[in-house]
């Protein structure tokens, strides 16, 4: 137990876009729903974000939960020169039958 108390001393959950967006009737809106130009935009900021913070934090490897999240791990790692490692979990989504 002492062990899993620990784990935040290393470990830091970040969500790449820390956004909710919602329809006036409070229905969740997914980045697939939003037209192109608007999320590339926000993607680009949310992008921009993640690596202030990584390089705030000294971080060397990242866990992308989900293949969104290891691909625009990947992209900044190239995109800004990034020494850090990426790999990937499934995304726990009901969207997602492969990780049930």
Do not use: W
């Not at 959950?13 to 590339?40: D, V």
């Amino acid at each position: 137990m002492q062990e899993s108390r620990n784990i935040f001393q290393k470990l830091f959950c970040y969500n790449h876009c820390p956004l909710a967006f919602m329809a006036e009737s409070g229905k969740n809106i997914t980045p697939p729903q939003i037209e192109a130009e608007k999320r590339n935009l926000i993607n680009s900021f949310c992008d921009k974000a993640l690596v202030d913070v990584i390089r705030l934090l000294g971080v060397s490897h990242i866990i992308g939960v989900g293949k969104f999240a290891e691909a625009r791990a990947n992209l900044i790692k190239k995109k800004f020169n990034l020494h850090i490692s990426v790999s990937f979990l499934l995304h726990p989504s009901p969207a997602s039958p492969a990780a049930k």
